[in-house]
């Protein structure tokens, strides 16, 4: 589009001399294109056919020359507006000599412009850099006849018989096939792991390179590219640009996935013959994990990878991101607005409609993969740097083309209407934020169990063997009963030894008037036999923990089935749980944004995850006030499916109110976010208590808060909590 006062100058500025016009493929209506490439910069512009015709007569110098001759000699309906907005094109990409004055100054302010502090080159360009690293096309030309054996039916055919085969080799023993992957998870399979990702991306980016050049096309650099700080290899293939038929784009496009899959046949069949170990694993690795990493990520045409090039060039729509994008906000416009403005350009119904749907659903794609991205340098970099940059993340790429598009709809407001498809836009936003700013979040949901009251676990105090014991299965008891008998070895020879030891003490005490040198030691012999003395005491209080009393009336339960006397017991090994069903109580987990929200006798309804079971109504008895160093609950954890996310920490660093058998089997479960424990109870003192832990969610009524308070609080929160305020 010309730019709104431009006018043409009244003689057309001369073009550069190292410009190479050709032909381009033809658009998806089957209209031609042409393309022009920029030899000194390696870039290639392409335009339709009023641009080729404009080109044409470009050396008549002046713009109603050029404009009549237009008329005259061709079908084509241009005026000065079009001349103007391909004026426009050529100078700012760069395409005109510029010898006069003003385009001299026009050149020297565009590249002020362009100049970017280090600070503002970083913010732009840390999402995607590229650095260059070979200049390989001397090297494929001269490999290239070697390359074009590969390229032969024959090799295919190969491949395919050798594919066939491995598969079969490895379905024959399947079991060992999935389990490969193990042998990674050492110092030498980690090196393994990563010398097989780095040679296969580099046959990927050689396929592109060789089938580039197998075209006749230069590939002038292969590099480095920093994605989001992430490396990946990168092949300039930019002079396809040159080629007319379609089919020869395709293939250098999707020439990376192929070699992949080839590699990926073969080291299939290659798997069966080697034996266990690294070798093995990166077979396994590219016959898996590899190819299909590629086609997930490559073959998506939502992000400027190979997919989007090779629906580009299937489409036979050239610039497919920019001129999709522009047909989307056209329809948006007409859609919300009711705006009656022509299309951007004219396609097919049928390209039209594939068009709108590749555009609406790049946008959610991409706002979806930049709010990740924003939590990945969240979490990425170190506190305040870290919501810097999401912020930037979120403003620059998310906030920024919504409040880019907003401005077009200002700038159209003299055009804009009454009209039902305005309405309905108006009475949706205004739905919208009256959903934001009323308070109608009224309820918590918390993840919580119900369980009987009264609930404990018997663990041996230390290793042990079981010499009595009088537990049964399902048997009544009452607090203090006796359950197990053990006897700990260790445990008897220690305090048989402490005891020696105070006999001799208290008889070097009592011959101490018969020795003057005793006498002289008798403050550290007493001081040493209450040493010991408290030494015996502790070892027959543990001693006493040997025997494993009822701590509760109630119900034993959950006992192991190869309990019996002489067994040899670990710490972290239960012996049953006793349960008193009289009452039933309910312990959840409350988030923090939600802790002020919630006070004790709060009600609520808890819902079983067991459909079978019935709801019922409880009330919040208490709220600590902080937060859970340690998950006790886990069922409700997210490593065994629950919803609350936790990472496991080592064994010995394990806080003393988790239980032995996490903390020497998995380690304390962590909660990774702060969360607060609620307890509540049956509205219902008569509620019957569950034989076993039953998990579910408790719905709790709240202090009513908006969708915006809610999300400040949080964006509040998180400031605070990391800027170490």
């Known amino acids: 589009m010309a730019m709104i006062g431009a006018q043409l100058p009244p003689f057309l500025p001369p073009l550069r001399d190292d410009l190479r016009l050709l032909e381009g493929p033809r658009e998806a209506d089957g209209s031609p294109t042409w393309t022009v490439q920029d030899l000194v910069r390696h870039r290639f512009y392409r335009f339709g056919r009023a641009g080729f015709e404009f080109l044409s007569r470009w050396n008549l110098a002046t713009p109603q020359a050029?404009?009549?001759?237009?008329?005259?000699?061709?079908?084509?309906?241009?005026?000065?507006?079009?001349?103007?907005?391909?004026?426009?094109?050529?100078?700012?990409?760069?395409?005109?000599?510029?010898?006069?004055r003003q385009a001299i100054q026009g050149y020297v302010e565009q590249a002020r412009r362009a100049k970017l502090s280090w600070p503002k080159w970083l913010l732009h360009h840390y999402l995607f850099v590229r650095i260059p690293l070979v200049r390989p096309d001397r090297f494929l030309t001269a490999t290239l006849p070697a390359a074009r054996l590969l390229l032969r039916p024959a090799f295919l055919y190969l491949v395919l018989a050798l594919g066939a085969t491995g598969l079969v080799l490895a379905l024959r023993q399947w079991d060992a096939f999935l389990h490969?992957?193990?042998?990674?998870?050492?110092?030498?399979?980690?090196?393994?792991?990563?010398?097989?990702?780095?040679?296969?991306?580099?046959?990927?980016?050689?396929?592109?390179?060789?089938?580039?050049?197998?075209?006749?096309?230069?590939?002038?650099?292969?590099?480095?590219?920093?994605?989001?700080?992430?490396?990946?290899?990168?092949?300039?293939?930019?002079?396809?640009?040159?080629?007319?038929?379609?089919?020869?784009?395709?293939?250098?496009?999707?020439?990376?996935?192929?070699?992949?899959?080839?590699?990926?046949?073969?080291?299939?069949?290659?798997?069966?013959?080697?034996?266990?170990?690294?070798?093995?694993?990166?077979?396994?690795?590219?016959?898996?994990?590899?190819?299909?990493?590629?086609l997930a990520i490559n073959f998506s045409p939502f992000m400027r990878f190979d997919g989007y090039y090779l629906l580009s060039d299937w489409l036979g729509v050239s610039n497919l991101g920019d001129r999709s994008f522009a047909l989307g906000r056209w329809r948006l416009r007409q859609a919300a607005l009711g705006l009656d403005e022509a299309p951007p350009e004219v396609f097919p119904s049928h390209t039209r409609r594939i068009l709108l749907i590749y555009a609406w659903t790049t946008w959610l794609y991409r706002a979806v993969v930049f709010f990740g991205i924003a939590l990945l340098v969240y979490h990425f970099f170190i506190k305040l740097v870290g919501i810097f940059l999401m912020a930037v993340e979120i403003v620059w790429f998310l906030a920024r083309p919504v409040l880019s598009e907003a401005g077009e709809w200002w700038q159209r407001r003299h055009l804009i209407r009454l009209n039902r498809n305005l309405l309905a836009t108006l009475a949706l936003l205004t739905v919208g934020a009256v959903a934001l700013v009323t308070p109608w979040q009224g309820r918590v949901a918390l993840p919580a169990v119900m369980r009987a009251a009264g609930y404990a676990t018997l663990f041996p105090p230390l290793p042990a063997r079981i010499i009595e014991m009088t537990a049964a299965p399902d048997k009544i008891v009452v607090a203090g009963e006796s359950l197990y008998r053990l006897e700990a070895p260790e445990l008897d020879y220690g305090l048989r030894a402490v005891r020696l030891r105070i006999a001799v003490t208290d008889l070097r005490l009592q011959r101490a008037t018969g020795s003057a040198e005793v006498l002289e030691s008798l403050s550290s012999l007493q001081q040493q036999l209450a040493t010991l003395i408290s030494t015996e005491a502790g070892l027959i209080a543990r001693q006493e923990r040997l025997v494993l009393r009822a701590p509760l009336d109630g119900v034993l339960t959950d006992l192991p089935p190869d309990l019996r006397p002489g067994l040899w017991l670990k710490p972290d090994q239960p012996l049953g749980r006793v349960v008193n069903r009289e009452r039933t109580t309910v312990r959840g987990y409350l988030a923090a944004a939600d802790l002020e929200r919630i006070r004790p006798g709060a009600r609520g309804r808890f819902i079983p995850e067991d459909p079978a079971r019935p709801g019922f109504e409880v009330k919040v008895i208490a709220v600590e006030q902080v937060n859970a160093a340690v998950l006790d609950l886990p069922m409700l954890a997210s490593t065994q499916g629950g919803p609350i996310a936790v990472q496991p920490a080592p064994a010995q660093s394990t806080p003393a109110q988790s239980t032995p058998a996490q903390s020497t089997q998995q380690g304390a479960l962590i909660p990774t976010s702060a969360v607060y424990r609620v307890t509540l109870a049956p509205a219902d003192p008569q509620q019957p208590a569950p034989e076993q832990i039953i998990p579910g969610t408790a719905l709790i009524e709240a202090e009513t808060i908006s969708p915006l308070a809610r999300l400040w609080r949080f964006a509040a929160s998180v400031f605070i909590r990391e800027s170490g305020w």
């Open 180 to 294: 490969t992957f193990q042998h990674f998870f050492s110092l030498e399979g980690a090196v393994a792991f990563a010398v097989t990702m780095t040679a296969v991306k580099i046959v990927h980016e050689l396929g592109h390179a060789y089938t580039a050049r197998h075209f006749g096309c230069r590939v002038p650099t292969m590099g480095i590219a920093l994605l989001v700080l992430w490396p990946v290899l990168y092949t300039d293939v930019s002079d396809a640009w040159r080629l007319v038929p379609r089919r020869q784009r395709l293939l250098i496009g999707a020439a990376g996935v192929l070699a992949e899959l080839a590699l990926a046949l073969i080291a299939t069949f290659v798997w069966s013959f080697l034996s266990d170990g690294p070798a093995r694993s990166a077979a396994f690795l590219v016959a898996t994990t590899t190819w299909i990493a590629t």
């Open 66 to 100: 050029v404009l009549a001759a237009v008329a005259a000699e061709t079908t084509l309906e241009t005026g000065e507006e079009d001349l103007l907005s391909f004026l426009g094109f050529l100078r700012n990409n760069g395409l005109l000599r510029g010898d006069d």
